[in-house]
T-cell receptor, first 114, second 112 residues
Framework: EPEVTQTPSHQVTQMGQEVILRCVPISNHLYFYWYRQILGQKVEFLVS????????KSEIFDDQFSVERPDGSNFTLKIRSTKLEDSAMYFCASSVTLLAGGLLFGPGTRLTVT | QKEVEQNSGPLSVPEGAIASLNCTYS??????FFWYRQYSGKSPELIMF????GDKEDGRFTAQLNKASQYVSLLIRDSQPSDSATYLC????????????FGTGTSLTVIP
């Protein structure tokens, strides 16, 4: 069964450093998302991506964040200068269509900023 | 006002019983409704989705939607210890884009 994959599974970085989180969405999916979940809190929307551009972003997704789809398969989230409060699980998700079928999540990357 | 609200629990039911999980949402323009299961330290796993008022059954799971009351529920019949997890309700509001809004989740424990 097709699945979303993410690398690395765990990333430890120092405050102020740049990190890139990588995702390979399901191949026939058209919509791509990044969500995050701070420990013990709810899953929060960061950004959605369709047709090679950002379609929507939340207030969390400020100038420190960026997304790219550098080739036909990878989908990346970059945080330019990490803060302690960026420590969270970051989930990539994809969907076939806008409404039908829901999001399929990857296993997540645990980001720890020290 | 929270977009999606769930009782955080914990909810405990004995093995074999019916577990009932509830969710309310604030935006009447919401069109799609989803239930996810999340085990500790894992990513959310899609269980069911529902778009129309009424009930939708899939195995031991039944999703119920009442748009007039802005209410979605998930029933788990014959609950098993492996059903112990946090259940997340998610709502998609097409009018505002393609965000999926998640509730904080309800923690379910099925006692053997």
């Amino acid at each position: 069964e097709p699945e979303v994959t993410q690398t690395p599974s765990h990333q430890v970085t120092q405050m102020g450093q740049e990190v890139i989180l990588r995702c390979v969405p399901i191949s026939n999916h058209l919509y791509f998302y990044w969500y995050r979940q701070i420990l013990g809190q709810k899953v929060e929307f960061l950004v959605s991506f369709y047709n090679n551009e950002i379609s929507e972003k939340s207030e969390i997704f400020d100038d420190q964040f960026s997304v790219e789809r550098p080739d036909g398969s990878n989908f990346t989230l970059k945080i330019r200068s990490t803060k302690l409060e960026d420590s969270a699980m970051y989930f990539c998700a994809s969907s076939v269509t806008l409404l039908a079928g829901g999001l399929l999540f990857g296993p997540g990357t645990r980001l720890t900023v020290t | 006002q929270k977009e999606v609200e769930q009782n955080s629990g914990p909810l405990s039911v004995p093995e074999g019983a019916i577990a009932s999980l509830n969710c309310t949402y604030s935006d009447r323009g919401s069109q799609s409704f989803f239930w996810y299961r999340q085990y500790s330290g894992k990513s959310p796993e899609l269980i069911m989705f529902i778009y129309s008022n009424g009930d939708k059954e899939d195995g031991r799971f039944t999703a119920q939607l009442n748009k007039a009351s802005q209410y979605v529920s998930l029933l788990i019949r014959d609950s098993q210890p492996s059903d112990s997890a946090t259940y997340l309700c998610a709502v998609n509001r097409r009018m505002t884009g393609n965000q999926f809004y998640f509730g904080t989740g309800t923690s379910l424990t099925v006692i053997p």
